[in-house]
């Protein structure tokens, strides 16, 4: 069975930052494209950031764009969302996902997700 821990979050203040972490087992981790969404309260989740593990593409959505960074470490089956200069607007819980591949944002192209982690920046 495929699982996703997400782990790394937490409340820091604005310009602070935060490493999140997603441990995956079950499945041949090499062969998926991985991806962090956020969602903030009463807002759809939305994607931040994704990578295709095989290739080592990494694709951002424009908001994160220069503040975060995806990474992954295939030894240890972890994928990693280096968040820095956070903003108030970063609030949300964000998840880690997995998916076979296609459009990096697309929801619908992720079959496997996490239980999230919570981010809270304050102004």
């Known amino acids: 069975q495929v699982q996703l821990v997400e782990s790394g979050g937490g409340s820091v203040q604005a310009g602070g930052s935060l490493r999140l972490s997603c441990v995956a087992s079950g499945y041949t981790y090499k062969s998926y494209q991985m991806g962090w969404f956020r969602q903030a309260p009463g807002k759809e989740r939305e994607g931040v950031a994704a990578i295709y593990i095989g290739g080592g593409n990494t694709y951002y959505a424009d908001s994160v764009k220069g503040r975060f960074t995806i990474s992954q470490d295939n030894a240890k089956n972890t994928l990693y969302l280096q968040m820095n200069t956070l903003k108030p607007e970063d609030t949300a819980m964000y998840y880690c996902?997995?998916?076979?591949?296609?459009?990096?944002?697309?929801?619908?192209?992720?079959?496997?997700w996490g239980q999230g982690t919570q981010v809270t920046v304050s102004s």
């Open positions: 996902a997995a998916g076979y591949g296609g459009r990096w944002s697309e929801i619908t192209n992720y079959l496997f």
